[in-house]
């Protein structure tokens, strides 16, 4: 089957890429920019709120150990879904929730977790979660990459638990 990618949305990257590396089956992680239209864009350039670009953390991933559904599970439960543009007190487009599909079956895995999530009674707001086609990832700096790990931090920065928003 081979290695499958997917890119997340969930505010800062920093957090979500610390609770992905924690999953068997995840074989990288790397903390990026996605969904914009500039080229190669900076942090500087995507704190601007003008690229159009999300922080996002590209998870690769092999499906025979971890299935799409697992990693999306993950990703309702780290971040809040449904506010838009921000994130605890991150604030701006590039803090969107987002999932960049690389596939057509992750995007519909992605609307149907989508769909449970919301019918679920457990948020008290609709989600808002932007799915959409991958666009070119952009690696962000270095220093931005194992963040958390690197400064030995918890691995989130404002994750909410569901049913808590």
């Known amino acids: 089957m081979g290695i499958d990618t997917v890119c997340f949305g969930g505010g800062c990257f920093w957090g979500v890429e610390a609770e992905f590396q924690q999953i068997e089956g995840v074989t990288s992680t790397k903390a990026g920019y996605c969904g914009g239209d500039f080229d190669k864009p900076t942090y500087r350039d995507i704190c601007s709120g003008q690229t159009g670009h999300a922080e996002v953390v590209e998870v690769k991933y092999d499906p025979s150990v971890v299935p799409i559904e697992t990693l999306l599970d993950v990703f309702w439960n780290i971040h809040d879904p449904t506010t838009k543009d921000r994130q605890g007190p991150d604030i701006g487009n590039q803090y969107r929730s987002a999932i960049f599909c690389a596939d057509d079956t992750q995007a519909q ?57």
């Not at 948020?123 to 990459?145: N, W």
């Open 109 to 165: 895995a992605a609307q149907k977790s989508k769909e449970t999530l919301e019918k679920s009674g457990k948020l008290r707001s609709p989600v808002v979660t932007e799915i959409a086609k991958a666009t070119v990832f952009h690696t962000a700096e270095a220093y931005h990459q194992r963040y958390m790990e690197k400064r030995g931090l918890a691995p989130n920065c404002h994750a909410p638990l569901l049913g808590q928003q």
